[in-house]
């Protein structure tokens, strides 16, 4: 499983779709334009979380896109819509007249860049009608909202897009700085949340069942530290509990890596579910009142066997069978 899939109902082929300076990756598969390229998503690498989308671009996808890019570094957004379908298949347009990528594009794709940086703020602005978006150039983040499908939005640094190519859903996505931003729930997270929506509008869109089970979570969500699987960022967690709470390790070893491993497992897409999910978020916050450096440490900070005792108590219930 690549994290690429091809459009339903299928489309006409056509040359592949670059973004960006000559020689850059392919974004979208060749020569089905609903599909990100394996050699895109390769680099990085990139992961594909689907998401639920209504009928036309709204604020919610303009607001993941713009999140992920503030998290990964990238301070514009290139944005095509497809024309089509004709007889060499899709062509990507410009849709501003406003920069284009430096150094030239692929034939029949003008990537256009925002004029201003997308901000949550100016996604309050009133929506735009669909019929105007052939005319009126989209130059702002608010423009966006109304689009129809065929809406193509990605990171200026190539590390992130998210394609609304049909009704009912679009694909994110990204590196994992990226992903971060713009899935904030996390990729097991996002993808088994759309696969609760699928089911939820099966009878309006019932092929999206089939886009959920192509992007399924890559772990289920475990209850108990004892099924946490070896390998894991997650049982990195468990085995620092354990030496930590046994007297192996002090406490600002345990901070350390536990806090290194817990952004690991949120990376990884790793989830967790009760008691083991409240257990780790009550250690988390345990945490947050203990000191790693000595020289830092206020009076209220958690001592290292006060902080040894919380972490026992709050492990007990997913440690018990």
């Given at each position: 499983m690549t994290g690429n899939h091809p459009p339903l109902g299928g489309a006409p082929?056509?040359?592949?779709?670059?973004?960006g300076e000559p020689g850059s990756p392919a974004v979208l598969a060749e020569p089905r334009s609903g599909a990100f390229a394996a050699s895109w998503l390769s680099e990085g690498p990139k992961l594909v979380v689907p998401v639920p989308a209504g009928t036309h671009v709204d604020r919610a996808l303009v607001r993941r896109t713009a999140d992920g890019c503030r998290a990964?570094?990238?301070?514009?957004?290139?944005?095509?819509?497809?024309?089509?379908?004709?007889?060499?298949?899709?062509?990507?347009?410009?849709?501003?007249?406003a920069i284009t990528a430096s150094g030239g594009t692929a034939s029949g794709l003008t990537p256009s860049r925002l004029t201003a940086p997308i901000t949550t703020a100016s996604i309050t602005t009133a929506p735009i009608t669909t019929a105007s978006i052939t005319t009126a150039p989209i130059?702002?983040?608010?423009?966006?909202?109304?689009?129809?499908?065929?809406?193509?939005?990605?990171?200026?640094?190539?590390?992130?897009?998210?394609?609304?190519?049909?009704?009912?859903?679009?694909?994110?996505?990204?590196?994992a700085p990226f992903l971060r931003g713009a899935v904030p729930e996390g990729v097991d997270g996002g993808r088994a949340r759309f696969a609760r929506y699928a089911r939820a509008v099966a009878d309006r869109w019932p092929e999206l069942q089939a886009v959920a089970r192509d992007f399924g979570p890559r772990h289920i969500a475990w209850a108990h530290a004892r099924n946490v699987p070896d390998g894991t960022a997650t049982s990195q967690q468990v085995r620092l509990v354990r030496d930590f709470t046994a007297g192996v390790i002090?406490?600002?070893?345990?901070?350390?890596?536990?806090?290194?491993?817990?952004?690991?497992?949120?990376?990884s897409g790793e989830r967790l579910r009760e008691p083991l999910l409240s257990a780790f978020q009550q250690v988390f916050l345990l945490l947050e009142d203990y000191s790693i450096d000595p020289a830092l440490k206020d009076p209220t900070d958690l001592s290292d066997q006060e902080l040894r005792d919380g972490v026992r108590k709050s492990m007990a219930r997913s440690e018990n069978p």
């Open positions: 082929e056509g040359p592949d779709i670059i973004v990964g570094g990238a301070g514009e957004v290139l944005v095509m819509t497809a024309d089509g379908p004709a007889a060499s298949g899709r062509a990507w347009r410009q849709v501003a007249p130059t702002t983040a608010p423009d966006l909202i109304g689009s129809a499908p065929r809406v193509l939005l990605v990171a200026s640094d190539l590390q992130g897009a998210v394609l609304f190519d049909r009704p009912g859903y679009a694909l994110v996505a990204g590196t002090g406490g600002a070893d345990f901070a350390r890596g536990w806090l290194n491993a817990r952004r690991a497992a949120q990376e």
